[in-house]
Structures are given as structure tokens and as C-alpha cells.
């Protein structure tokens, strides 16, 4: 059965309470409890002196309940002790200054001196708990975001890892293209840590020099993550270890820092409040997808919405009844297999007292908890669904450095990365398709994914464009879009060839000029004469072998094509010179399927989801309502109602769960 499991902070809460917490959730048919990350000050209350009493007391309470922990190492959280004896394993901030204590999450991850702290503690946990059968596995840290930090620690590690990478000062100078406003380095230590989100205008610096920078901070930061897991699988080489991710203000490379995990997990927080704009794009859907494509398999939520939000932001408006249940199954939809509600009951003291968990402040039943009641007998009707997994057919690409890249420097207004991947991907949920997000360092196989989107990819490796290629020509259909091949592998523009660069051949077209329309509205015309708006971005086109998909409809450029599709090998590739809207990647994504010969819905109403789970010859179809409003539609010859956030799922033996 898929796992329900509740995130829990025994310290937080008088021991009068705890047993009735841990019946009420064994009740619950709950299978693990999450406990001990941020509590490193109860563990080690002062430098070497350690109290595991009050854990072993929750361990122990909680398996007599007959469930499982998952251990969270508190290093998110060093005490304040070890901060002000050690102000070296504090967090810089942009300008220099250690940052102001009191919060969380402001060690710097780089610090000898917390990392020798963070071996201590970890080992100690490890010591009395790794192979412990109520242990079904280990947390590192909480929310661990790229490290982003100024301290003379990280500084001598960017200068390191420059030095690394580019080998001497000429090269690092040629390869940043740094001869623009003298800004050649006569020296390792001129390279500074540079924290561009904290910058107002990080338009001034040099690209290459970022894209770096985020480079390093992306690895600094999987370093650390592997540095526990290391220690925690030297007591128990078999641990099962995750970290739970987020998507914060600095993304690392998720790929890279899961690769020494056993399984992915994400701290799921859907939006509360759904906007009724449909031509928004903020289906949750994406982020479960990429997570599964960490590992390509299966993942775990280590925080599901448990309840309203809020604290460090206002709170948000109340879960609408059924969204706790539909959030969860969405999850289950795209590979989860355990979910941890975040939490038990909401916090009465600290920062959060009003980021709501399952219980409000009276500790009194309530409709969340009935609401993950019905999910719990729900799930536990659906045998099997364990034992499946996600096939898709089709991959979107995301990569780092273009997100790196673009966030950096977006070039026109609203260029963003993460939109562009968001609306082919809610597009295909929209269709009833499977998507992959697979990291452009990953192989790709016509025998695996038939149709392969790679929006925006700017910043380009030999490496990836012959990939790309050799993928399209072995029989492969690729989708790309608007600055692709418009930089090389360090993030300066490519010199003397017509763009899309090292795709051009592959794509069958040139980009004559470009126009850079930011907010302003535009339309194009498909080849079946419907019209679409567009925005952002318009590559002017020139074929080259293709034949034209789409066609400007405005300005000087009226009748150019804005997009067109070759036949290339045993494959096709194309290029899509704009940013359309959602009627626009419709059109576009049902003529790529129809041309790779992949399944699709066509009646889905807007809003409406739907992806499968499969294994032991049994398929789920899971449909999500993920709108306010009720609708209707036939599957399969069967009128399908779905209220307002509502999954229901049928099976390929024909039954509707
Ligand atoms: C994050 C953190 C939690 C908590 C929640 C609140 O996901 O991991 O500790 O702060 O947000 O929503
Ligand atoms: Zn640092």
C-alpha cells in the first residue's frame, strides 16, 4: 500500500501529549513517523555533551505504536552555542557580513569548522540509530538549497574550483571572456563568491562568471549532502537515506545531488489558492515529474500539505475540502509511494505557530484529519498500486545551467526557464501523457522516449548538440525552442553561424534576426490557420529544408515563419522561434505525438490531468480535477464527473477506484 507517514517535533510538545499523538496516528494506519531534524540543541545541548534520552523516548514510543521513523539529521539547525564560540560556521551574506542568527539554516556548508561539528552529530545519531529496525531511513539536513555563501571558507573553495576547472588565469580570463571592462584576473584570490540573487543588478556582471558561480554553489552544496550520507552508510551500508528538496530561491542541480541517495524526496506544498486564469500555469504536476526523474524511479514526499500556510507569509487561505486528498493523490499519480504530512499539529511557539499542520492549536478532531482518514481507506483499497511505475514516452529535458542561465540574464521580459518547461509539461498533462523530466546529462533513446522537448537550450555543449542529433537521426522526434544553440558550453554567445548553432542543421532552419517583444502580446497562425498569441521572444526564420509549422502574423515579419519542423535521419527536430500560449502548445504538441505515434486524451476539459501508473499487467489512469470548478467528460465510452479537486482512477481491468 502506498505509504501515509506524519511529520512530528516531539520536542516542540509537553511529553503529556505524546502518547496520545502517536496512538492517534498508529490509529491513523500511519507507517513511519519523520522526527529530529532542526533538534540538534536538544541533542547535544552543549559542546560534547549529548542527550539522546528524550529521541530514544519517541523511537521507542513510536514503535511500540508498530511504526517507523525517519531520522532527520539537525544540521539545518547548529545550536547557538556553536555559532557564537564559532562564527566561522556562520553564512555570509553578499556583502561580506555573517548573517543574523536566530533563524534556520544559516550554516555555511562549506565550513570546516561546522562541517567537523556536523561529522560529530551525525555520528553520533548514526552510532545509535543506523541499522535499528524502527529506522526505515535517514533525512539529511532539511531543505538544503544551493550554497550561496560569501565566507572566506566558500570563497577559497570557488578560487579552487576555478583553478580546477580552467587550470591557469589565461584560460579562466579566455573562458570568461573577462578582457570586457579589464576585468581580466591577475590573480586567483580576485575571484570573489557573488551571490546573484542578492544582487539588484546582476545585469552588470559577467554571464560566464555566474553561470560558474551557480556551477560551484550547485556542487558545494550535492558535496554536503554526500558528506553525510557517507558517514551515516559507514554505521549502515545498506541505510536508506534521502534529503527532502524544495525549489527555494537558489536551485542546485538536484541530479547531481541525489546520485549518492537512495530515493528522491520533495517537500510537496501545491498552491492553495488556484488561480482562475486559464491561461496560468500552476499545476503542481511538474515538480512531481522532475522529482521521479532525479532518480528515474519512484520517490517519497517528505512534507505534504497538511494545511494552510503561512508565517513567513501571510496565511494563506483554507484547504478546500478534498484538497488534502487530491494533492495527495496527484503525488501518488506521479510516483510517489510514501507521503509524510506536514505536521502533526501546528507549532504553538517559534516562527511558524501559523503554517498549519493536520491539528489546529485545540488539539481537536477536525476535517484535514478526516480528510486523510477517507484518503487512508481510500489507498488501502487499491491493491498494488505499490508495485507500479511510471512509463512515459515522452521527455522534457531540463537543465541546470539553462535555468542557471536565464535567471541570470533572462534577455527579454518574462523570458523564464521554468514557465517555458511548465507549459509543454502542463500541456501534456492536459493530453492524458506521461512526462519524464530527465537532466540533459542523461542518455537519450528513440527506444525510450519517442518525442523529446528541450525549451531554451541556450547554454550548449558538443557534447549535448551531438546527443540531441544522434537521437533524432537514430529515429527520435525533438522539440526545441527559441536561444537554443545561442551560447557555448561557458555561457558566451557563439560567433560567426546562424542560430539555432550547433542545431541548425538538425532544425532546417536559420534565425535571420530576433525580436525581443517582452510583455508586449503578438499572434502567430498555425498551419491549420487557427490563431495564438505569443509573447516574450520572436526568431525570424529562414528555412533551410523545413517546412514552416506556424507563421508570424504581425509587424514587418507577417507571413515569416515562427516555427517549422524537419525531417531529419530517421526523425524530425523542431524549432519553435516564439513563446506561445497554452492553445498554441496544444496545437504544436498534437501534431508532434500524432508524428511519433504516442496515445493521447483529446476531450480533457482545461484543468483537468491525467497520467498512469503500471505494473504486474494492471495500468492506473489517474484524472485529477485541478480547477475550482466541476466537470465533466467521457473516457472510454463513460461519463467521468470530477468535483473540484477530485482524482479518480481507472484501471485497465475496468474498474474505477
Ligand atoms: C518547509 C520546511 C518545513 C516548514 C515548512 C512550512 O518545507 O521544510 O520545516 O518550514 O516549509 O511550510
Ligand atoms: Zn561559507
Not at 47 to 58: K, P
Not at 132 to 150: G, M
Not at 526 to 535: F, Q
Not at 585 to 614: K, M, W, Y
Request: hydrophobic share 40%.
Amino acid at each position: 500500500m502506498i505509504k501515509i507517514a506524519i511529520d512530528y517535533y516531539p520536542e516542540h510538545w509537553d511529553r503529556s501529549l505524546w502518547e496520545d499523538d502517536v496512538r492517534a496516528m498508529a490509529e491513523l494506519g500511519c507507517y513511519a513517523v519523520r522526527v529530529g531534524e532542526f533538534a540538534w540543541s536538544r541533542m547535544e545541548p552543549a559542546e560534547g555533551v549529548y542527550d539522546f534520552g528524550w529521541l530514544d523516548d519517541a523511537v521507542e514510543l513510536i514503535a511500540r505504536y508498530g511504526m517507523k521513523v525517519i531520522l532527520g539529521t539537525p544540521t539545518n539547525c547548529a545550536p547557538l552555542w556553536l555559532y557564537t564560540e564559532h562564527p566561522d560556521t556562520v553564512q555570509c551574506e553578499r556583502d561580506g557580513q555573517r548573517t543574523h542568527l536566530g533563524i534556520r539554516g544559516h550554516r555555511c556548508q562549506t565550513s570546516p569548522t561546522f562541517r567537523a561539528y556536523a561529522e560529530k552529530i551525525v555520528r553520533k545519531m548514526a552510532e545509535r540509530y543506523a541499522g535499528r529496525p524502527e529506522v526505515l531511513a535517514w533525512q539529511i539536513d532539511n531543505e538544503v538549497e544551493s550554497n550561496h555563501c560569501t565566507c572566506p571558507s566558500c570563497q577559497e573553495r570557488f578560487q579552487k574550483y576555478c583553478k580546477d576547472k580552467h587550470g591557469t588565469l589565461e584560460q579562466l580570463n579566455r573562458d570568461w571572456g573577462t578582457v570586457v571592462w579589464s576585468g581580466e584576473y591577475s590573480d586567483w584570490s580576485q575571484i570573489e563568491c557573488f551571490n546573484t540573487a542578492w544582487v539588484n543588478k546582476s545585469d552588470w556582471f559577467n554571464p560566464a562568471y555566474m553561470l560558474e558561480y551557480e556551477r560551484f554553489c550547485s556542487e558545494t552544496t550535492a558535496e554536503y549532502v554526500a558528506f553525510q550520507a557517507a558517514l551515516i552508510r559507514e554505521y549502515d551500508p545498506a541505510a536508506t537515506i534521502t534529503t527532502n528538496a524544495c525549489f527555494g530561491l537558489h536551485v542546485q542541480d538536484f541530479y547531481k545531488e541525489f546520485a549518492p541517495l537512495d530515493v528522491a524526496s520533495y517537500d510537496n506544498y501545491p498552491p492553495l489558492e488556484i488561480p482562475e486564469d486559464a491561461n496560468e500555469v500552476y499545476s503542481n504536476a511538474f515538480a512531481l515529474d522532475m522529482v521521479r526523474g532525479w532518480k528515474n524511479k519512484n520517490f517519497w514526499i517528505m512534507e505534504q500539505l497538511g494545511g494552510p500556510m503561512g508565517c513567513w507569509m501571510p496565511t494563506t487561505r483554507a484547504m478546500e475540502p478534498g484538497m488534502l486528498e487530491g494533492y495527495a493523490l496527484q503525488a501518488v499519480a506521479h510516483g510517489a509511494d510514501l507521503l509524510s504530512f506536514f505536521r502533526w499539529r501546528t507549532a504553538a511557539t517559534g516562527a511558524e505557530m501559523y503554517c498549519f499542520g493536520l491539528l489546529d492549536h485545540d488539539n481537536k478532531p477536525n476535517r484535514r484529519l478526516k480528510e486523510l482518514e477517507l484518503l487512508q481507506h481510500r489507498l488501502a483499497k487499491i491493491e498494488g498500486l505499490e508495485d507500479t511505475t511510471v512509463e512515459a514516452q515522452v521527455a522534457l529535458v531540463f537543465s541546470p545551467d539553462q535555468s542557471y542561465n536565464f535567471a541570470n540574464q533572462a534577455q527579454s521580459r518574462g523570458f523564464d526557464y521554468w514557465r517555458q518547461e511548465r507549459l509543454f509539461h502542463d500541456t501534456l498533462m492536459g493530453l492524458g501523457v506521461n512526462v519524464d523530466v530527465v537532466s540533459d546529462a542523461e542518455p537519450l533513446d528513440p527506444a525510450r522516449h519517442k518525442l523529446v522537448i528541450v525549451p531554451a537550450y541556450a547554454v550548449t555543449s558538443d557534447a549535448f548538440a551531438e546527443k540531441l542529433e544522434a537521437y533524432v537521426r537514430s529515429g527520435g522526434h525533438a522539440v526545441l525552442t527559441a536561444r537554443s544553440g545561442a551560447k557555448d558550453a561557458n555561457g558566451n554567445c557563439t560567433v560567426g553561424e546562424y542560430l539555432p548553432g550547433k542545431f541548425a542543421r538538425m532544425a532546417g532552419c536559420r534565425v535571420l534576426e530576433s525580436d525581443a517583444i517582452g510583455e508586449a502580446v503578438q499572434t502567430l497562425r498555425d498551419s491549420n490557420g487557427n490563431v495564438h498569441n505569443i509573447g516574450v521572444w520572436c526568431d525570424l526564420l529562414e528555412l533551410d529544408g523545413a517546412r514552416a509549422i506556424a507563421e508570424y502574423d504581425q509587424r514587418y515579419y507577417a507571413g515569416m515563419p515562427a516555427a517549422c519542423r524537419n525531417a531529419y535521419g530517421e526523425g524530425s527536430c523542431s524549432y519553435v522561434g516564439t513563446i506561445g500560449d497554452k492553445s498554441f502548445h496544444r496545437a504544436l504538441l498534437v501534431s508532434e505525438l500524432r508524428l511519433a505515434g504516442i496515445d493521447f486524451i483529446e476531450n480533457l476539459p482545461a484543468g483537468v490531468e491525467s497520467s498512469t501508473r503500471a505494473g504486474g499487467g494492471r495500468e492506473y489512469r489517474f484524472f485529477f480535477n485541478n480547477t475550482m470548478k466541476n466537470h465533466t467528460f467521457f473516457y472510454q465510452g463513460k461519463r467521468v464527473t470530477l468535483q473540484p479537486l477530485e482524482v479518480k482512477i481507472s484501471t485497465s481491468d475496468g474498474a474505477w477506484l
